[in-house]
């Protein structure tokens, strides 16, 4: 009698659709589909439990004995929303979090089927019956609570769904059970169209919102999947992605998230379909919102270290925000920074031709638009030395922040990556002292391209302690051509073999005494390398005549 009934509802739905007085176009209605993380494995506590905005509504895709729920009705949002063997997940704080932040008038509705442990193949109707075949028991019994066929009914549900409201967007969090499949994106995009095309919808309107998975550093053991999941984007150029840095895991397994970090990830998954939106990330200034969930979105303090060391073009991180329930968030991207020192771009990034040594003050503004400041003392050099900021850009070599040694192996590149670009032009040289001569046949690279593939000046340091680089005169071709010191993305060290390179300092200076190129060569110097004139012409060395030539990538002068 059930299965009679639903089927006569899915045969009047197209009628039902042509009702269009009834769809409330304040009701937005999200799509959601994945596997367990998306179900929700957390225990749902109080705070989530209670208080639920009746203003979010879940619409049942299966039948719930406890709570009692019927499938295709709608209900308040109170976990599980999901399936009866789900808890928290990631649609929960989505909702609760549109609705703070959107007009009193606005509803939001979720439609959400998950499957623990489900493959992306299980949302693609072909292949199906065959996951479902070799599934083990309590599997299969999730499948079967979805007609055996999840896909299908998220559309079935969808066309309910659009018979109250209108569908804004498609909410996914899956992944382990595809862990580093470099064709997961690929399938995630026939699942997306396939929706659009089934429920009559369109990809510049209803864009994807895909979450990455646990990382390592929270204990995740599909992390290196978070590859395939920033990829998306490439591939369907309405997605966007959800990051997961922060957010803790259970502590119990190596794949899900505990309660806080279900919370955060589902308010990083509203700050996305908000922006989408052009709202902001705030609560709505009329929105009253109780105690116990204003604990979770205010700020109480934040917590940075009091000096700082930074390169031009960086934004400032980590920054972490200790909420007044005791959870942490790292919110550097959230971060309004200033200074009478330094100036700051529109995105927070350093300015892209600032060094120096200053205090800047960072305010953060919650979800509940208090702000939160700390200030702190931030030195800002060209070429720090420090762990994390002298950078592995190829190759296998290690660093030794403690002494600022590399030991490098053939094509090993290390150095310095300047995403924005900074501007030299201001120096007339860049000096690396070395502590002694090095071992690894090394060359110091400087690229006017953010491209490590592009062209760039080359200096072979042989067996000089003191490398002079004339930033106005950096010619990397026979014609004399030049790389602009104006825009400068990458000052990188390559090896050639195996060896170690210790470096003093680095530094740019405009004192002429480094100036080398009116320096007489000693022949010992020029059998290193090969020497050429002006035309591009190789020179021999012997017999050579005063006056200017090329020789590693530098005009020099021959008295």
């Keep these: 009698m059930k299965k009679a009934l639903y089927l006569l509802l899915l045969a009047l739905l197209p009628c039902c659709a042509m009702a269009q007085e009834s769809v409330d176009p304040n009701f937005y209605v999200y799509l959601c589909f994945g596997q367990s993380n998306m179900e929700g494995n957390a225990q749902p506590e109080s705070v989530d439990r209670t208080n639920v905005d009746s203003r979010f509504q879940m619409l049942a895709t299966c039948d719930f004995s406890n709570p009692r729920r019927t499938m295709g009705q709608w209900y308040t949002a109170t976990p599980p929303i999901v399936s009866p063997w789900g808890g928290l997940g990631m649609a929960d704080y989505f909702g609760r979090t549109m609705v703070a932040a959107l007009p009193s008038e606005v509803k939001v509705g979720v439609v959400d089927v998950a499957i623990g442990g489900i493959a992306i193949e299980g949302f693609m109707p072909d292949k199906i019956a065959g996951i479902l075949a070799s599934a083990e ?8 609570a979805y007609g055996s066929n999840p896909y299908q009914r998220l559309v079935d549900m969808g066309r309910i769904a659009q018979q109250k409201g209108v569908i804004k967007g498609i909410l996914l969090h899956q992944g382990c059970s595809n862990n580093g499949d470099p064709n997961w994106p690929n399938n995630v995009k026939k699942i997306y169209n396939n929706l659009l095309s089934d429920l009559g919808l369109s990809a510049d309107t209803v864009p994807l919102f895909a979450g990455e998975t646990l990382r390592q550093e929270e204990g995740g053991a599909c992390y290196a999947h978070n590859t395939q999941v920033n990829r998306l984007p490439q591939v369907i150029p309405t997605a966007h992605v959800i990051s997961s ?13 505990n309660a806080v970090g279900y919370r955060i990830m589902g308010k990083r998954y509203a700050f996305a379909a908000l922006d989408v939106m052009g709202r902001e990330k705030l609560a709505d200034p009329d929105y009253q919102m109780a105690a116990s969930l204003k604990k979770f979105f205010a700020a109480k303090s934040l917590s940075l270290s009091s000096y700082v060391e930074s390169i031009p073009g960086q934004r400032i991180s980590p ?24 100036t700051f771009d529109a995105n927070g990034a350093i300015a892209a031709n600032a060094e120096g040594t200053g ?3 960072a305010v953060y503004t919650d979800f509940t638009r208090q702000q939160t400041t700390a200030s702190f003392d931030m030195k800002v050099t060209f070429f720090p030395l420090g762990e994390g900021f002298l950078q592995k850009i190829s190759g296998t070599l290690s660093y030794d922040a403690s002494t600022h040694t590399l030991q490098m192996r053939p094509s090993s590149q290390a150095g310095w990556h300047y995403a924005k670009g900074i501007d030299l032009s201001a120096y007339k040289y860049l ?14 690279r400087i690229f006017d391209k953010n491209n490590t593939t592009s062209v760039s000046y080359k200096d072979t340091i042989n067996n000089r302690t003191v490398v002079s680089i004339p930033l106005h005169n ?10 602009d010191p104006t825009h400068i993305y990458y ?40 020497v050429y004139d002006l035309q591009g012409r190789r020179i021999n060395i012997e017999g050579m005549k005063k006056g200017l030539y090329i020789q590693g990538g530098r005009i020099i002068h021959k008295r």
């Design 137 to 144: 028991a309590w599997q299969a019994e999730r499948i079967r």
């Design 245 to 257: 840095l922060g957010c803790p895991g259970n502590g119990q397994d190596p794949w899900h998230f």
């Design 319 to 342: 920054v972490t925000a200790i909420f007044q329930d005791g959870h942490k968030e790292e919110v550097s991207a959230d971060i309004d920074f200033s200074s009478d020192i330094f």
């Design 359 to 361: 205090a800047v003050q």
């Design 431 to 444: 000096v690396l002292k070395l502590k002694q001569e090095q071992t690894c046949d090394a060359q110091v």
């Design 474 to 483: 950096m010619v990397y071709d026979k014609k004399g051509s030049k790389v």
């Design 491 to 530: 000052v990188l060290i390559r090896a050639f073999k195996v060896g170690e390179l210790a470096i003093d300092e680095i530094f740019l200076s405009n004192d002429d005494a480094y100036d080398t190129s009116i320096d007489g060569i000693e022949h010992s110097t020029l059998n290193v390398e090969r």
